[in-house]
């Protein structure tokens, strides 16, 4: 299942930059997951400096 990204994002872009599969990018207000490019890696989460990023 993929990651989501919820109301605790602070728009920083860590979790974009850390992506391997480039799957995240910037969203109205926040920063989105692609599901479909998401490969559940979890490496985002880790990045994450306000735990916004949990599987979805």
């Known amino acids: 299942m993929a990651y989501v ?3 605790s994002c ?3 872009g ?3 930059g850390e992506c391997p599969m480039g ?3 910037e969203g109205d ?3 989105v997951i ?3 490019a998401c490969i559940d890696c979890g490496t985002c989460a ?3 400096p306000t735990g916004a990023i949990t599987e979805g």
């Open 5 to 7: 990204i919820n109301d």
């Open 23 to 25: 799957a995240i990018s």
């Open 14 to 16: 860590t979790c974009a």
């Open 10 to 12: 602070i728009s920083c």
């Open 46 to 48: 880790g990045a994450c």
């Open 34 to 36: 692609d599901a479909g």
């Open 29 to 31: 207000g926040q920063y």
